[in-house]
């Protein structure tokens, strides 16, 4: 197959999961890499000719190259939507990655950081309009557990600075209600009193660029490495690891399972519990450092 239907079809597909799915771009941009690795693995053989033996052995030589389980059912997923697309819009008649499964990995805990490094990276001086800007989205991802792609697609009218809430909306398009923290209230205050400086008279985005626009998710992820390194951070700093840091921190104070699952945005609770898994090794940890007989020999 020619690369041009290629690129129509996933034109297509990626037009489809934005306008009829609601996905973010960020979420569209994941599904893209994921459906060129498969263009990639199929190399001369036309997508209407697969079958799942192909799948079966592009998965096991992307397995053997040391992509985890993981890696692996969500390209198996997208695969898979894809050719369902194909086959409603496009008249293929085979989905060759039915009844596929991804080869398990072991599940590997989210990283967070300690209380006292997560105040390190958000709490620095801001003495210029980008800083001021980089201080109000981590103290944001940080206070209330927003997802990259969450905190980026936010408008200033979503927030709620007197009643300390920000209205957000997730996956699926699902809206919910975090609330604020003082710090996170104060940076944001701070960041909209200069936010014209930067953004187009035209902009509506809470969070702009160097060009007036709305920012961009790598340019958030460039921004925090940077600060990570300048607080002497030694973690691999990423947005997502404050909102892990986030669910960590509240849960050990609280212990309120529920509350961080609706605060994250989480459809299912089993999906909060893996902090309750870091939770537990924070408290060994304790115990290990405070109990006297926690490690001796008899």
Known sequence: MSPAPLTLYLDGYLAWLRNEKHYSELTAENYARDLRRLFELCSNTPLNDLKTHHIRRFI???????????SLAR?????RGFFNYLLRDHGF??????????PKSEK???????????????????DTTE????????ELLYSSGLRLAELVGLDPQQLELGAGEVRVTGKGSKTRIVPLGSFAISALQAWLTVRGQLANSDEIALFVGKRGK???????????KQWGFKQGISSNVHPHLLRHSFATHVLQSSGDLRAVQEMLGHASISTTQVYTHLDFQYLSKIYDAAHPRAKRKP
Do not use: Y
């Open 131 to 138: 800083a001021l800007r980089d201080k109000a989205m981590f």
């Open 93 to 102: 008649t085979d989905n060759p990655c039915v009844g596929l499964r991804a």
């Open 108 to 126: 590997a805990l989210p990283q967070a950081l300690s209380p006292d490094e997560a105040t390190r990276l958000v709490d620095f001086a801001a």
């Open 75 to 79: 390209m198996l997923s997208a695969w």
């Open 60 to 70: 096991a030589q992307l397995h053997s190259t040391g992509l985890g389980g993981r």
């Open 214 to 224: 709305r920012i961009t998710p790598r340019v958030v992820q460039l921004r925090i």
